[in-house]
């Protein structure tokens, strides 16, 4: 039990390292930051890919670690284990995330905010340790996956058609113009 004590502060910080650079990928708040300039200065379907498969395997990644690396009693505890970690950068990344997408005038900006909001609802399934929230984040993952394949598979479809929209208001009057779109 005292080499398991002697190594815990090594474990934990490996924990923090392994964390951060996971909410960077994942976008979590406050690591988001390099999102909607990603996405805004990518072509659309790098920025589809960003969005869609960064994400999912990202979240995959996050499961195994904190399930199976970190998943023993003392690391995975809700009193003094990553949980509530996990809990906190949920709730900032869904509120900022959803707060800066409304004011966002660019499609795509406003996309990469919602991604981040997005982040934060799947990061809130995994403070939960449950099996049944492990099943809930993977049903959301996997709208989130065809929600913004066809959200950025529209904006492709657009362009192609000669239809540049980068800004919100470029939408606009869509529904008449184009109807099955």
Not at 100 to 115: E, G, T
Not at 139 to 162: D, H, K, W
């Amino acid at each position: 039990i005292a080499a398991r004590e002697a190594v815990l502060p090594l474990v934990l910080l490996g924990f923090a390292l392994m964390l951060v650079g996971l909410a960077f990928k994942v976008s979590a708040v406050p690591f988001h930051t390099w999102t909607p300039d990603a996405y805004e200065g990518a072509v659309t379907p790098v920025s589809t890919f960003m969005a869609v498969v960064v994400k999912a395997s990202v979240v995959a990644v996050f499961l195994r670690v904190l399930f199976v690396a970190f998943g023993d009693e003392v690391l995975s505890s809700e009193a003094t284990g990553w949980p509530p970690v996990v809990a906190c950068l949920a709730a900032l990344t869904m509120i900022v995330g959803n707060v800066a997408a409304i004011v966002q005038k660019s499609v795509k900006r406003m996309l990469a905010y919602s991604s981040i909001a997005h982040a934060g609802y799947i990061l809130l399934g995994l403070a939960t340790l449950t099996p049944e929230s492990q099943q809930a984040m993977m049903f959301y993952l996997v709208a989130y996956v065809l929600t913004t394949l066809g959200t950025f598979g529209l904006i492709m479809f657009l362009s192609r058609q000669g239809f540049e929209s980068e800004e919100i208001n470029d939408l606009a009057g869509l529904s008449r113009r184009s109807p099955w779109v």
